[in-house]
């Protein structure tokens, strides 16, 4: 999962998940789990740079809730 919370030092924004991931194996089959977590704040131009993940993207994420749901039916 990516998130920043390196960035906290620096201020005041508190920590938040961007996006989860997972992947599975089972008999050889790979299977790959990945939801981008809704966020409508300003990311820090050090966070855009390390993950690549643009706010347009998380605009159209869905609520954390939601996607640990998916995450743990995955």
């Not at 201020?11 to 989860?20: F, H, T, V």
């Not at 299977?31 to 993207?57: N, S, W």
Request: net charge neutral; proline share 1%.
């Amino acid at each position: 999962s990516e998130f920043f919370s390196w960035y906290q030092h620096r201020s005041k924004e508190k920590n938040k998940i961007l996006e989860i991931g997972a992947v599975k194996i089972l008999k050889g089959q790979k299977t790959t789990f990945e939801r981008q977590i809704k966020y409508e704040g300003k990311l820090p131009e050090e966070i855009k740079e390390l993950t690549g993940i643009r706010e347009e993207e998380l605009l159209k994420g869905v609520e954390l809730k939601e996607a640990l749901k998916d995450l743990a039916e995955f």
